[in-house]
Nanobody, 120 residues
Framework: VQLQASGGGLVQPGGSLKLSCAAS????????LAWFRQAPGKERERVSA????????SYADSVKGRFTISVNNGKNTMFLQMNDLKPEDTAVYYC??????????????WGQGTLVTVSS
């Protein structure tokens, strides 16, 4: 599945942004979904995930209670609602997907990344 992320930008601390990730050519049905981020000089980290089976969500401790992952299968789009943003949330955000039955466990479809900058 091909992914296209959007919605990044510059926001003040305490503000909100909603990232979107659109799938082209097919829907997200049957896929586990996730958002990752990579800040300058740091390793990529998984911010949030949503399983296909059971619709189980998970969040990194650093964003728990502030970020929400969701999906609209009818619109082939997944989202990351980010509230109470902090300067340390500044990073390039990537959406990712893998088929729920994938034996490798690795996300193999990636969006191009969208930059989120949190600064006053």
């Amino acid at each position: 599945v091909q992914l296209q992320a959007s919605g990044g930008g510059l926001v003040q601390p305490g503000g909100s942004l909603k990232l979107s990730c659109a799938a082209s050519g097919r829907s997200f049905v049957g896929y586990d979904l996730a958002w990752f981020r990579q800040a300058p000089g740091k390793e990529r980290e998984r911010v949030s995930a949503l399983t296909y089976r059971g619709r189980i969500t998970s969040y990194a401790d650093s964003v728990k209670g502030r970020f929400t992952i969701s999906v609209n299968n009818g619109k082939n789009t997944m989202f990351l609602q980010m509230n109470d943003l902090k300067p340390e949330d500044t990073a390039v955000y990537y959406c990712a997907a893998k088929h729920f039955a994938s034996t490798s466990g690795e996300y193999n479809s990636w969006g191009q990344g969208t930059l989120v900058t949190v600064s006053s």
